[in-house]
């Protein structure tokens, strides 16, 4: 793939910040319509291509397993909606439960959903989804 140095720079920068426009200033690009250069650019098939190939490359040197990442957020999601005792002034347990971090679970959860594919339009239709917990894993209830 023959690609001019600022080329290359604009896809390096493209790839860290996903803004077309900026990418095109800081690899040294003076064109009028940055808007509309920017689409071109995008549309080029080389720059494409060395785009995919650039973020395969990055990913690759992760090292990161999907099933890791799902089964991180699984455990997040599951450590903070179990529940906890609520203490009185003295330590003493009231007899109510609260949740840890109903915020951390749900941003858990919604990473999970996109990093599954899901989306809300898919909800919003009525498809049914099961969550599923390192808790409940298992070949029966998938």
């Given at each position: 793939m023959n690609l001019t140095q600022q080329?290359?720079?604009f896809i390096t920068e493209y790839i860290k910040t996903?803004?077309?426009?900026?990418?095109?200033?800081?690899?040294?690009?003076?064109q009028k319509n940055l808007k509309d250069f920017a689409n071109k650019m995008l549309s080029n098939k080389k720059i494409i291509e060395a785009i995919r190939v650039q973020l395969q490359n990055q990913i690759n040197s992760l090292m990161v397993h999907k099933g890791y990442v799902v089964q991180k957020l699984l455990q997040i999601a599951e450590f903070s909606l179990q529940?906890?005792?609520v203490l009185d002034k003295d330590g003493v347990p009231t007899g109510k439960k609260k949740l840890r971090d109903t915020s951390a679970a749900?941003?858990?959860?919604?990473s999970l959903c996109k990093y599954l594919g899901f989306n809300s339009k898919e909800v919003q239709e009525g498809f049914s989804t099961k969550i599923i917990t390192i808790s409940n894993l298992d070949d029966e209830k998938i």
């Amino acid at each position: 793939m023959n690609l001019t140095q600022q080329q290359k720079v604009f896809i390096t920068e493209y790839i860290k910040t996903l803004d077309a426009e900026s990418s095109l200033k800081k690899a040294g690009y003076k064109q009028k319509n940055l808007k509309d250069f920017a689409n071109k650019m995008l549309s080029n098939k080389k720059i494409i291509e060395a785009i995919r190939v650039q973020l395969q490359n990055q990913i690759n040197s992760l090292m990161v397993h999907k099933g890791y990442v799902v089964q991180k957020l699984l455990q997040i999601a599951e450590f903070s909606l179990q529940e906890e005792d609520v203490l009185d002034k003295d330590g003493v347990p009231t007899g109510k439960k609260k949740l840890r971090d109903t915020s951390a679970a749900l941003k858990a959860l919604e990473s999970l959903c996109k990093y599954l594919g899901f989306n809300s339009k898919e909800v919003q239709e009525g498809f049914s989804t099961k969550i599923i917990t390192i808790s409940n894993l298992d070949d029966e209830k998938i």
